[in-house]
């Protein structure tokens, strides 16, 4: 079954995403993401909207199975079919795995949507000064 994702408003809230400044191999993380909910339907729109082009059409993601609410197996975001997949990752339970055939693949450490910003600001900064 395929869902139609909402797209973000203009009016919806700047997202929160930081990435690590390109050219700067080997790395761990290619960024860091802080979606307002736990609702993969309503945030993913909003994150793939805001990667780099060069990154490509992102087809295929995986998420930790236990920290997202349910969603369906794929959804079409701006009219592209975007597989997901529930996985539980124990060596790297809070992140989301960005897959675009042909170009490559993008992990994005996830903050937890209910962190305060005082605690989530050194989790983004430092997430990708961190060695890889």
């Given amino acids: 079954m395929t869902t139609t994702a909402p797209r973000p408003s203009p009016t ?26 736990d609702d993969l339907l309503a945030e993913l729109p909003q994150l793939l909207a805001g990667l780099p ?17 349910a969603a369906p197996g794929r959804m079409l975001v701006c009219n592209k079919v975007v597989r997901l997949r ?3 990752a124990r060596h790297s339970p809070n992140t989301v795995v960005l897959l675009a055939p042909g170009q490559g693949r993008w992990d994005l450490l996830v903050v937890p949507p209910d ?3 005082e605690d989530a600001e050194p989790l983004m ?8």
Avoid: C, M
């Avoid at 060069?54 to 920290?67: F, K, P, Q, R």
């Fill in 12 to 37: 919806s809230p700047h997202l929160r995403l930081r990435l690590a400044p390109a050219g700067t191999l080997p790395r761990r993380l290619d960024g860091v993401w802080w979606p307002r909910s």
């Fill in 53 to 69: 082009r060069a990154w490509g059409h992102i087809a295929g993601i995986t998420v930790n199975g236990a920290a997202w609410s």
């Fill in 86 to 88: 529930k996985a539980v």
């Fill in 115 to 117: 962190t305060t910003e």
């Fill in 125 to 132: 900064t430092g997430a990708l000064s961190s060695p890889a």
